[in-house]
């Protein structure tokens, strides 16, 4: 096996930032520092920044993200979601793709850098169903112009065709097929609303656990990882 894959695959690490790794020179085989990808891995010894690496089958985790934690590693005013999971666990894990502080709901993590670059690359269009809260009681109109698209504050491009399902005056159910900064948030902005409370419940085939509190976890079955492909 490649240095580059079996890096990518012992830490969850993307093909880029495995080679910005090598790069660094914070890789070493067999204790000697090695800046080619393309070294052949067999039982060598593999330490990233002094971290001895193995390879691993990789994890799958579905969390009910609460209120109040970031899907980042590192807030001086938050919690990180991976305080939510087991410290023997959060090893070399990923959030693959965010939710915002203040958003509740779905949330995929991994250590499998290329299914989670799957997941979020913009290419596969993978849909995101949101149960969305507003100020105010939506405008007629609403739907048939986020399924047209909707030209957010500072973006060239209007978004792609959106759907929305009417669940009450002031909730709704929006499936999009992007991941723009805020677009939820901005989307019923530019349509004069305002977004007070906001849960993802679906990403592509992937549903939230009914059964799952908040702030707790699972892993994924093998169907819910494969529906990634």
Known sequence: MRLDRFLCEA???TRSMAKKALFRGEVTVNDEVAKKGDIKIGDQQVHLNGRLLNLQPPRYLMLHKPQGYISASQDERHPCVLHLLPPELTSGLQCAGRLDVDTTGLLLL???GQWSHRLRSPKRACHKTYRVT???PLAAGTAARFAEGVLLHGEPKATLPATL???TPIQVLLTIQEGKYHQVKRMFAAAGNRVTALHRQQIG???LDHTLPE???RHLTSEEVASIG
């Open 110 to 112: 991994t250590d499998d």
């Open 205 to 207: 085939d992937i549903v």
């Open 11 to 13: 830490t969850g690490l």
């Open 165 to 167: 399902e009417v669940i």
């Open 134 to 136: 507003l100020a105010e």
């Open 215 to 217: 702030g707790e976890w």
